[in-house]
């Protein structure tokens, strides 16, 4: 458990610090292959759409939806960074820069 929570928190802040350098293809790569191996190993308990609020390492995990989806943002890809910013949403529903990246990337209807 300890190895997942200290991998979690260095990844979050490896992309942290990547968007930090404006560096967003790296932020995106680090966050994306990251979120991969966790869905591979959890037999898709961590996805997109369901909180995996069993996780160990659930706060790093809601960070690294969140910081890949300012890469994928960052990076002109809308779509990602919407499905990203919504995941992280689950993590952190009260969290008001959370709640604006998700309206940032909300679909315009008319």
């Excluded at 809601?62 to 890809?77: M, Q, S």
């Amino acid at each position: 458990m300890t190895r997942i929570v200290i991998r979690m928190k260095l990844v979050a802040n490896v992309v942290l610090a990547y968007l930090n350098l404006k560096d967003y293809r790296e932020a995106y790569f680090w966050g994306d292959r990251t979120l991969n191996i966790i869905r591979m190993h959890t037999d898709g308990l961590v996805n997109y759409n369901i909180g995996a609020f069993e996780f160990p390492a659930r706060n790093e995990l809601g960070k690294i939806f969140y910081r890949t989806g300012c890469a994928a943002k960052e990076l002109g890809d809308v779509d990602t960074a919407r499905m990203l910013f919504r995941a992280a949403l689950l993590y952190f529903p009260n969290d008001a820069s959370v709640q604006a990246a998700v309206a940032s990337v909300a679909l315009k209807l008319g």
